[in-house]
């Protein structure tokens, strides 16, 4: 049995508390958070504690915050002896207290407030300072994932980096291809299964070989039309940049 | 029952001889191309023709070929009493020969050699000179596919462009995420369930919902900690000008 508690109350915190409860082998012992109202959506699940002055013992700490408030929360378990952890993808371990027991227990995933996720599937990358505690970090997360992975800080603040590539301006792309539809009377579900078939693709081929489309093919005469057609200037920069990056990436092949 | 000729031997001509051959109501007469190489892929299902001189009649005659050739392949029909109708996201109806009855049958997917597909699923784009032609072009498509839409020249070069942006621009995002990881010693593989969920939030989420990230959050801390990460100059200025552009679009926000 390993004992937990959570501070914080947002979606990490959320979705990280769900899935500890799920296990028998898991006790949660409390929820942690200052603000009231995140802290009721935790309210019939678990012992919850407004303000981080009672702390009870617990094995593992999971600090679950904003990357700004990680160094200050940590400095209230000065007196624990359980592990400390943060779940920051892009906030060094070294941040944490380097007196205490101190880790990191970052799952990769996106996260929405409310919808259920099936957390056996998500990543999650652990880090600690000793090795026995990397064995504990390591067989909590094998509770809760099948998919779990050793990143020391360097390797996870690129890790970030990527996932700021493929989720955040993936998402964005989306987001002009919707702004597109819109202003021209279409219904942006008609894109939909592209793309989901984009992303399917990558189980089985590398992005590099499932590049396809103008830009790929050198096809400038297409390119300029699609620069001719976009009304925003900050599109059409979007447009010949990124179309200047694939060209390059496939530059010495033609 | 429907006859049709394909004209082309590529991705798209492929899937569709597929999804035309497995209905009953649909008889694909023959295949017809120039490289006697990819026509070989469609010999053991339907007639082919090496060459275009021998071209039988059909009710509906489907050029599967590349932008630039579409032109120049349907004078080939100036004989023809069926219906032409060209594939491409990106070639007006116009291009096709004004005398004729012509018709656009644009599947919006992106399209696997080898690789098979729900046909079901793949959105039909027509478009027609005359409304019989785009009934028949209709009756058509809604036998192999459940999302049949009607996209004029207009509209459907904007959907093209669109489709640049979800396909061609998301997966170099994969790519440049791939290649951080390579450089790091960093599986691809622990990205994966993160891009299967980014895509899968906008069957429910609008992708102005669902952008998140440091952009999103107008934190400048960690944007300029990842363009440090960044070692080429391009990825630096694809991660800036995309920042940039989703600080714009949440911009009177905050």
Redesign the interface.
């Known amino acids: 049995m390993v004992s937990i508690s959570i501070l914080g109350t947002g979606n990490v915190a959320e979705h990280l508390c769900e899935a500890f409860i799920s296990q028998k082998e898991i006790k949660v012992n409390q929820v942690i958070g200052r603000n009231p109202d995140s802290l009721a959506n935790f309210k019939n699940k678990v012992d919850t504690v407004l303000g981080f002055k009672s702390i009870s013992d617990s094995d593992v700490y999971i600090i679950a915050v904003s ?1 700004d408030a990680i160094s200050t929360v940590s400095q209230l378990l000065q007196n624990k002896k359980g592990l400390i952890v943060h779940t920051s993808g ?1 906030v060094p371990l070294h941040v944490l207290p380097t007196n205490l027991r101190t880790g990191v227990f970052y799952p ?3 996260f ?1 407030k409310g ?1 259920p ?1 099936n957390f056996k ?3 999650v ?1 652990l880090e600690a300072k000793r090795e026995p505690d990397l064995e504990l970090l390591h067989s909590l997360a094998s509770l809760i994932s099948s ?1 779990v ?1 050793f ?1 020391d800080s ?2 996870r ?22 702004e ?2 819109k ?17 399917k ?8 070989e ?7 093919r050198k ?1 400038t005469g ?1 390119m300029q ?2 620069i001719d ?2 009304t925003q200037e ?2 059409k ?3 010949r ?2 179309s ?3 060209q ?2 496939y530059g010495k092949e033609l």
């Open positions: 990357d892009n990769l995933q996106t929405t919808q996720l599937r998500v990543p990358c998919r992975y990143v360097e390797q603040k690129r890790l970030h980096l990527s996932a700021v590539f493929v989720n955040n301006f993936s998402n964005h792309m989306f987001h002009i291809a919707h597109i539809c202003d021209n009377n279409l219904s942006f579900d008609i894109l939909k299964p592209l793309i989901l078939e984009t992303t693709k990558i189980e089985t081929l590398s992005p590099y499932s590049q396809t489309g103008p830009a790929r096809d297409t039309t699609h057609l976009l900050n599109y920069e979007i447009y940049l990124l200047r990056s694939i390059k990436t």
